[in-house]
Each structure stands twice: as structure tokens, then as C-alpha cells.
């Protein structure tokens, strides 16, 4: 059976780091695999050509795709676009709506090659190896009412933080699956003593635990998990948590390892198609300098090949090239460092594919 | 005109760190300030002398008091309360309601003496001096309707983040008077890319923001703003944001020291009226061992001296008290270094109030 990939480069440095991609893509047709790759445009990259971040068309072929890699969305250029539905980060929620992807999947580890990136002490961080599973088409990104509008002669903007038992046990169900897999650990990170949504998260994820009786259930709030992952973070196995504090707290956790760079993503349905993309953001600063880390990226090509195309050889290969291109002692400007060679982008493509 | 001041102990260490409290306050009567002291049940406490976290006399007393001196609430032993209404958390929350305590600094600065104490690695932190101004009256942890309920056949939880205009200009006022005078520069942390709440928040900083020429405003998304933390705090001078990226982020920022256990928070209202209180909890696991750090505590009398009673001469003498201690290489478990002497809460207190 033909794989369908659908490529959507997005914005900032996202068509540097895709056409990496491309490249690899290109090497797994060489080595046999029956992938058929396609392109289109997301994101600001949309807005200007079809005045829509996510035009049909695009939606269409995701529709299609067995699986999609994404490089970045957003920048300051449409920071000035009024009409949030208009903005490029709409491309990107609108293709988790969409296709229902509502597991994400957020895995923060820390390469040996790359310990002395990292702000914090060695011996705090030091094999490090979290997922983090975020909620990604629910809570107050997609809730309603929403909107900013006239109350008692002044304005007034709102949002709503909501979830239902069945949107909470399905995540719930990934995570502890994914605990299975792992070190058996799961913490889910709620704010029960303050919102009542994060109640029925933490009463619905106590329910679930007696099915999965290996997994070693926890909860945190939030507030302490950001502290937590600040003074001992190897304490984490698996975290999951809903879509707004998953965004900050996987954030935080990438960040702990020095090298979001290197940072692959997941965003799963109930399908198994997924979408794939970096961790970091379109970096509009360095964009169009041949600067920007392709690794997240090319380990983006490898998790995709392991969830959703079931390729796992060909996943493994390319994470022993990335691995043995760090261990070369190459690298690129974010993770560079003393006694180690900075090289570009395109470079950093080519040591990847010829290892 | 003598200063009515309230101390409510709370819950966990509460009661042993508000004791050191207490004698300080002595120590300032007997150095001539002219305050009285009074003392009332909160939290936990309150609820298992009188099945509630804010008995009404509680209330009262802290509206007729010029500042209040809070310890800590909460703790596993309530968590099993159903009604959230009935938690210890929520004599805290009411306390900050009923009285107006909108405007919550969190200082977050790191003690030359205990540098060693952050997980960070020395440089990245060494002088670090951030102060998070947080909206604590409103936002999601206020917000109506709020709630769980049965639609289509099953429980469904929510909770409305919701700020006015007024609202926002008024924690924004604070933030930019303190950027005023402090390093003149302030972040505004939102997630405007996402929620309408906060676009309208990140529009009324930018509508004050001439009226303060001196001072540099910036903006962040929350998810970032985690990140920076974590790889380069010392960026940041002020920051201001709402009620729950407040919690988070100010948690965070606490921890980058190393040692929560020294800072302060002060919350005001508008009337200049406030409450003190450790940034660390009530820390259940180590109550009643005479192992607490009661720096924090001490340190919040400083800071009601200086923004509540307006002796700010006072103040300073507490925390020069406080740098001598550490200074002598006198430290509590959570702080304790090779080579420094750890000793017990109240053994620390003795030497505060010796220096
Ligand atoms: C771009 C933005 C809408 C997005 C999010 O907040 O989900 C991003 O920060 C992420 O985490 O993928
Ligand atoms: C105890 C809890 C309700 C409180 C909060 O979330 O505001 C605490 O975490 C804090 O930050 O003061």
C-alpha cells in the first residue's frame, strides 16, 4: 500500500527546515518504502496567496494523508491581522480540529551529545526522557462562549476552559497506554483545588486507573509541576494534561533540555493518522539564513514513519543518523558549542543522509 | 495611629513559620512601631473548627486590619472534601475576593549566598531580580459559569476565563508603576494568538503604554514565556500577567532560585490594604518537625512594613537581618549546603531576631 505524505511547510524557517525533510522522504523512496509525497501551503504562507491559513485544498489533501508533516506556523508579519480566524495559527488549529488529532504527543529528552546545552546542572538533566501527552482539539483553545464583546458600558473577553468525561478519558486512555510502554509512571497535572473542569480531569483519570494496574497514577497541579520540572525533572515519565496547560508545560520541558531543535512531535486521531511537526516555532529571526536546526524536523520524518506508517526500521535508521551525526561533532548554530563544528542547514541535511 | 495587624497561621507549616512571625512583630513593638496583633483561623484549620475556611469573624477581622500575615493553606487531609466551596484553598481565594487584593507581586530574586541552591547553572541565574505582577481577583479562577453538568448524556466540566477592560487596566497600572521603578522594562504574558481574552488583555497594555514613556513594553505567549524562563530569566524585569499564567509562571520563576523558601508575595487592593504571605505552601510532608524555612514568612513582615504600614526603615533592618544570617552560613534543610550549619525554624528564627 502507497503511503500518502502530505508536506506543509508553513512559514519562517518552516520551508528551510521541510525541504530537509524532502530530502529524506526522497532517501526512504530510494530505500524502497512506497510513500508518495505531496505539498501545499498553511499558515501566514496561505494567508498570502489564498487570504485563508487553511484553504480547502490543503484540508482536502490532509483529509487524504496517511500522515502530515508540518514545519512551523506564525510570525510577526500577520501579527497585525485582526480577525483571529484569519491567523496563520489558525491553519494549525484547524488541522488538529479537522482531523481530530487530539493527542499530542511531546517527548522532551535530552541527547547525551548535547548535556552541556541545557540551563540546568549536568546531574539534574542527565537522561532525561519525559512524554509529555497533551489534550490537542479541546479545553479553552475550542471552547465556547468566546469573544470580546460590550457588558455594563465597557469590554469585556472570554473564554471557556471546558471538557467532557469521554474527551478526558480518551487522552487519558493514550496516556497511560503510552505509561504501559514506558517506565509505568503517569502524572496527570490538573488545577483541581481551584477549577472544576480539572475536578471531573482528575476524578476521570482515577477511574481509568484500575484498568491499567502496572501504571502508577499521580496527580499535580500545575503550578507545582512547573516548579517540579524546574528542580527535579527527572522525576517524570509520562505527564498528561489538557491542551492549554500541555502547551506551557511541554514548552518548559523542551526548553529544559537546551536543544528544542531536536524536538520531534506527534498529533494523533483515533485513526492513527497523525501529524508530525518540530517543537520549536517558524523563528522568523533567523529564517531564510540557512541557520535553522533541521534535526526536530528529520526526527519528525522518523516519528511519523513509527506511529503512522509502522515503519520502525526505517524510524530507528534515521534516529542512529542523527545520533551519529551529533557524535561527528556537528552541529548547528542553536546547539553549537566549544570544540564542535557549526554548520548551516543544507549541511546538516546532507550529514544526516549520509549517515 | 497604631496598625492593626492580623496573622493567620493556616494550615501545614503555616502555624510554625507564622509563629517566627509573631515574635518578630514582638521585636518591631518593642523597637517603638505601634502595632497590634491579632490572630485567626483560615483554611484547613478553620474548616475543622468550624466547617468553614473563612468563618465570617475570620473576615471580618481582616477588613478592619491595615495588613494581614498569611502562612499557608491546604493539604492532603482536606483534598477529599467534595465542595470546593468547603477547601482550604478557598479561604485563601475568599480573602483575596472579599477583600480586593487584586494586585499580587511575587519576587523572584536570587540570594548571592545561595546561588548554589538553583537548579540553573550559576551564570545563567546570578543576580536574577524578577518581580511577576500576577491579577489575582479575576480571571479563569473567578469566572462564571463555572461548574460540571450533564449535556448529551454525559458530565461535562467548565470554567469561563473572562477579564474586562477595567480589570486589565488596573493590574496594568500596577505593573508599569512598578516597571517605573524598578529596570523600566515589562513583559506582558498572554496567549493572544489563541484566546480573545487575552487579545483584549495585550490591547489595554498597549493603550497605557504611552502614558508610561519610560518604560520598555514588550509581549510574550505564555508558552514562551516558560521557555525564557527557564533558558535565560535574567531577560526579564517585570512581568505582568493573569491570574492563572500568574500562578504558573510565578511558581516557575520562584523556583529558578532554588529556594522558594526565601520569598515573599505581597497581594494589594486598591486602598493600599494587603495580605503577606510565603510563596511556598503549606508543605504537609515536613509540618510540625521544626524543619521549615521560616525566611519567607519573616521576610513578608519586611514586606508589609514597607507596602502596607509604610516603615520602610523597619524593612530594611529585617532584611539586612536576614542577609547577615546567611551570611554566618546559617541555613534550613531546604536551603542547607556542604559546609553551611542546617538548623531548625525556630533555631533560625532566634538568629533573625539576634541579627
Ligand atoms: C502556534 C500555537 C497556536 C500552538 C499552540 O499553542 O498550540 C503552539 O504553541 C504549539 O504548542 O503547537
Ligand atoms: C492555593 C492556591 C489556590 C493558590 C493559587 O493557585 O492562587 C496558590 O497556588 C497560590 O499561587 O497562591
Redesign the pocket.
Known amino acids: 500500500m502507497t503511503h500518502k505524505v502530505l508536506l506543509l511547510p508553513g512559514d519562517g524557517i518552516g520551508p528551510e527546515i521541510a525541504a530537509q525533510a524532502a530530502r529524506l522522504l526522497k532517501a526512504c523512496q530510494d530505500a524502497g518504502l512506497d510513500i508518495e509525497v505531496e505539498e501545499a501551503l498553511v499558515g501566514g504562507a496561505a494567508y498570502d496567496a489564498h487570504g485563508d491559513p487553511l484553504p480547502a485544498e490543503t484540508l482536502d489533501k490532509a483529509k487524504a494523508a496517511s500522515a502530515i508533516l508540518l514545519g512551523a506556523v506564525g510570525g510577526p508579519k500577520w501579527d497585525k491581522i485582526e480577525d483571529l480566524a484569519k491567523r496563520p495559527e489558525k491553519g494549525l488549529l484547524g488541522l488538529r480540529k479537522n482531523l481530530g488529532l487530539f493527542g499530542n504527543l511531546r517527548p522532551a529528552m535530552l541527547y547525551p551529545q548535547l548535556a552541556s546545552a541545557s540551563s540546568l546542572k549536568p546531574e539534574l538533566v542527565a537522561g532525561l526522557d519525559i512524554m509529555i501527552v497533551r489534550e490537542l482539539t479541546g479545553g479553552i483553545y475550542f471552547g465556547h462562549p468566546r469573544g470580546i464583546e460590550e457588558r455594563n458600558g465597557e469590554r469585556v473577553g472570554f473564554n471557556t476552559y471546558v471538557y467532557s468525561e469521554s474527551e478526558i478519558e480518551r487522552i487519558g486512555r493514550v496516556a497511560f497506554e503510552m505509561a504501559q510502554k514506558r517506565g509505568k509512571k503517569l502524572c496527570s497535572v490538573d488545577?483541581a483545588?481551584?477549577l472544576e473542569v480539572t475536578i471531573l480531569w482528575r476524578e476521570v483519570m482515577e477511574r481509568l486507573a484500575p484498568e491499567y494496574p502496572d501504571v502508577e497514577l499521580s496527580h499535580m497541579?500545575v503550578?507545582n509541576a512547573a516548579m517540579q520540572l524546574v528542580r527535579a525533572p527527572k522525576q517524570f515519565d509520562v505527564v498528561v494534561t489538557g491542551n492549554m496547560f500541555g502547551d506551557i508545560l511541554s514548552d518548559a520541558a523542551a526548553m529544559l533540555t537546551g536543544s528544542i531543535g531536536m524536538l520531534p512531535s506527534a498529533s494523533l486521531n483515533e485513526s492513527g493518522q497523525g501529524m508530525y511537526e518540530p517543537c520549536h516555532g517558524s523563528a522568523p529571526d533567523i529564517a531564510g539564513q540557512n541557520m535553522a536546526n533541521p534535526l526536530a524536523m528529520m526526527l519528525s520524518v522518523a516519528m511519523m514513519l513509527r506511529y503512522s506508517l509502522g515503519e520502525n526500521a526505517m524510524a530507528e535508521r534515521i534516529e542512529a543518523a542523527v545520533g551519529s551525526v551529533l557524535d561527528d561533532g556537528l552541529r548547528t548554530a542553536d546547539i553549537a558549542s566549544e570544540g564542535m563544528q557549526t554548520i548551516g542547514t543544507d549541511a546538516m541535511g546532507d550529514a544526516v543522509l549520509a549517515a
Chains 1, 2 share one sequence.
Open positions: 488545577k483545588n481551584v497541579y503550578d
